[in-house]
């Protein structure tokens, strides 16, 4: 079964708007990441949070993580265009090489 | 520094065929990662390889799909007798150690079996 769960599937807003992103997994976990995916490209890294942080910064990008509700939040701020793309977020399983991840957010962002 | 390669971009394979995905791990990454995506879904886990070793093949299929990567040359993955059930991307990943966090993903192959 999936390890990590985004919501919302799809979301559209306008540019300069804020895009939230949300993430649910199941089991304990020493890290998660978000990845993007432009449409037929492969995967680019974007954040790893520890599972001992709270909250990270990177440009535009703000991740939250709550361990205790096993969920993490993605925030792009100020979206542009060019932020059109799929967004996963990325669990590592028991094995700790392995990354399970989620069926991903569908951002577009309109001019 | 080359990213992780991946080749073919795109692959049509007609059912009953081979398929044959070659993967050239970033300088210096002994440790190699295979994904699967079906269309609409997230990247799926399927085998970790180290230099002539697999270590962990627990998400490839029992038949019909197969991974190595040898000490000289890429990482290949193999899939025989291909049916339309295996389309999708197939992503390779790379990392310095066996931390598959901080792996970095090459463009994928596309498999389209007509």
């Known amino acids: 079964s999936q390890q990590g769960e985004e919501d919302p599937q799809a979301l559209s807003i306008q540019e300069g708007e804020n895009a939230t992103m949300n993430c649910s997994y199941k089991t304990s976990i020493n890290n998660l990441q978000w990845y993007r995916q432009n449409s037929g490209r492969g995967l680019v890294h974007l954040i790893l949070?520890?599972?001992?942080?709270r909250e990270k910064h990177s440009g535009r990008l703000r991740v939250t993580l709550d361990t205790s509700k096993k969920s993490s939040s993605l925030l792009i701020t100020a979206s542009r265009a060019a932020d059109t793309a799929s967004y996963f977020c990325?669990?590592?399983?028991?094995?700790?090489?392995?990354?399970?991840f989620g069926k991903g957010t569908s951002l577009l962002v309109t001019p | 520094n080359a990213g992780v390669m991946q080749n073919p971009r795109h692959l049509v394979r007609r059912r009953g065929q081979e398929a044959r995905l070659r993967c050239s791990p970033m300088k210096g990454h002994s440790h190699v990662y295979w994904y699967r995506q079906l269309p609409e879904e997230g990247l799926k886990f399927m085998v970790y390889l180290q230099k002539e070793n697999i270590i962990d093949e627990s998400g490839m299929p029992k038949e019909r799909f197969s991974a190595e990567f040898p000490k000289e040359g890429p990482s290949i993955l193999r899939i025989q007798q291909v049916v339309r059930g295996d389309s999708a991307a197939y992503f390779c990943?790379?990392?310095?150690?066996?931390?598959?966090?901080?792996?970095?993903f090459g463009q994928g192959t596309r498999l389209t079996v007509v």
């Open positions: 990943a790379s990392s310095l150690d066996s931390q598959g966090a901080g792996a970095f």
């Open positions: 990325a669990t590592d399983l028991n094995s700790g090489y392995a990354l399970n």
């Open positions: 949070i520890r599972s001992n942080e």
